[in-house]
């Protein structure tokens, strides 16, 4: 399985942004699915996680009142609403797929290429 990451730009603080993750190949069988990011500099960190069906969603702190984690299986489609965005948000947002829902990176074992989010102030 491959998965794409799409979505990212250049936004003003304040705005919003959505990211999507679809992925292709072999995406038979049930798996969570995660949003991370790396802004320049730092390491990488979680952001959000849901699993197969959406009912178990997890999100960092730092965004759990702005940003919301979906998804859409019969499209093969993850996404990631983002919205009033500051420039503390710029940053790679990668995408990848886990067995079961965690914020642990290590438990993901396919990742996308990331899609870099950029907030000026």
């Known amino acids: 399985v491959q998965l794409q990451a799409s979505g990212g730009g250049l936004v003003q603080a304040g705005d919003s942004l959505r990211l999507s993750c679809t992925a292709s190949?072999?995406?038979?069988?049930?798996?969570?699915m995660g949003w991370f990011r790396q802004a320049p500099g730092k390491e990488r960190e979680f952001v959000a996680a849901?699993?197969?069906?959406?009912?178990?969603?997890y999100l960092a702190d730092f965004v759990k009142d702005r940003f919301t984690i979906s998804r859409d299986n019969a499209k093969n489609t993850m996404y990631l609403q983002m919205t009033s965005l500051t420039p503390e948000d710029t940053a790679v947002y990668y995408c990848?797929?886990?067995?079961?829902?965690?914020?642990?990176?290590?438990?993901?074992?396919?990742w996308g290429q990331g899609t870099l989010v950029t907030v000026s102030s």
């Open positions: 990848a797929r886990a067995p079961y829902t965690t914020r642990e990176s290590g438990k993901y074992d396919v």
């Open positions: 190949g072999r995406t038979s069988g049930s798996y969570a």
């Open positions: 849901i699993s197969w069906h959406g009912e178990d969603t």
